[in-house]
């Protein structure tokens, strides 16, 4: 499932949202099954002071229904740079996002040891909106 973890600032307090409530970053684990609501990876760059030195930091969200997880509402993802770099692939070679289903899978790398990756499902043609109609 889906890993969470409530946001805190540098001081350790918990960062909330407009409406009030715990601000939360999901992360995908071995086993999601996810279907992005847009067509694209969201990316935001900022510069970050990294032990005394100006560093861009780069992150990436996708705006997604988790198969399974809080009733397969829409959350955003923090992906890795590498899931984000996969899913601009995909949708370089023509695919459209929202027409299909994803999973997470776990990889070695050699330079970083166990990571998840993200990769292709069976595709479908018609935009997935619900677990529901792919499992029809």
Not at 8 to 32: C, Q
Not at 33 to 61: A, H, M, W
Not at 63 to 74: D, H, L, Q, R, S
Request: aromatic share 8%; net charge negative; glycine share 6%.
């Amino acid at each position: 499932m889906v890993t969470s973890e409530l946001l805190k600032n540098k001081e350790g307090k918990l960062l909330k949202t407009k409406e009030g409530k715990d601000l939360v970053d999901y992360r995908l684990e071995s086993g999601d099954e996810f279907i992005p609501q847009i067509n694209k990876v969201l990316e935001y760059t900022r510069e970050v002071d990294v032990k005394g030195k100006l560093q861009q930091i780069t992150n990436y969200k996708l705006n997604a229904i988790v198969k399974g997880f809080e009733e397969e509402t829409p959350i955003f993802l923090t992906l890795t740079p590498t899931q984000a770099k996969t899913l601009q692939k995909k949708q370089d070679e023509g695919v459209i996002l929202v027409k299909n289903v994803f999973t997470a899978y776990t990889y070695t790398s050699e330079k970083y040891g166990e990571q998840i990756g993200v990769g292709l499902k069976p595709k479908f043609h018609e935009p997935l909106k619900t677990f529901d109609e792919v499992e029809e």
